[in-house]
């Protein structure tokens, strides 16, 4: 089967979460036979190359500064040349992985009578997102127009359907058990590892830091390790 992947960016630009997660499915998709391709995008000039069996298609991304001081979600300008990227090829699926790119995959769909699914990674609140008007009506028409929506945990797809009436269907994000061996040696003091960024609002890390200090009034020798701050300044203001 070939698929087409398509998410706003991708290594080495960024790092997160999700680019972490398209890696590994497309390496998992090769290794089961199947025929995957990454449609992206990227500040630069458009490129197609071969990256660990998969091949990526990076279109260009033109400045979106106006856009968003208009109150619109980012990652919205590539999305006319991602939509080009899919009629270029002869693709059965195409799987989103944030709403901008669903937009293309939709109108992809339209045209070529094939099937879209929509991969959420965060927890969909439609009270918060009330008042970013476009961020919803965009989130709003990815989840109602894809064929299927997924998500990386039971509490997103609970949310999916109680603020947007959908049923979306959790898919838990795999662990690589080599890297991250099972039954390892415990730490002698109780330790929570925070892997998110503190000056990331979206994180609550400041929540954590203020949890842990009931937990240090039982247990005085837990630790809390958290990574280095990109700015301090808004931690604090976290």
Request: aromatic share 8%; charged share 30%.
């Amino acid at each position: 089967m070939k698929l087409a992947l398509l998410n706003p960016c991708f290594f080495p630009e960024v790092r997160r979460g999700s680019e972490r997660l398209i890696r590994e499915l497309a390496s998992g998709l090769v290794e089961s036979g199947h025929q995957p391709t990454l449609i992206t995008s990227h500040p630069g000039r458009p490129s197609r190359s071969v990256e660990d069996g998969l091949e990526v298609i990076r279109s260009w991304r033109p400045p979106d500064r106006r856009l968003v001081r208009r109150a619109y979600p980012e990652y919205l300008t590539h999305v006319p040349f991602s939509y080009a990227a899919l009629r270029a090829g002869s693709y059965d699926l195409a799987n989103a992985f944030y709403p901008t790119d669903a937009l293309a995959a939709l109108r992809w769909r339209d045209r070529v009578r094939r099937p879209v699914v929509f991969s959420y990674g965060g927890l969909p609140d439609r009270p918060v997102l009330a008042d970013k008007r476009h961020k919803l009506r965009i989130l709003e028409r990815a989840i109602r127009g894809a064929d299927a929506v997924v998500t990386s945990s039971r509490t997103a797809a609970d949310a999916m359907e109680r603020w947007f009436g959908v049923k979306a269907r959790p898919i838990y994000p795999g662990v690589d058990l080599e890297a991250f061996a099972p039954n390892g040696s415990r730490s002698p003091d109780p330790t929570i590892f925070c892997a998110a960024m503190p000056d990331d609002a979206r994180k609550r890390v400041g929540l954590l830091v203020s949890a842990f200090a009931e937990v240090r009034r039982q247990r005085p020798e837990a630790r809390l390790i958290a990574i280095r701050p990109r700015d301090p300044a808004a931690v604090a203001r976290h």
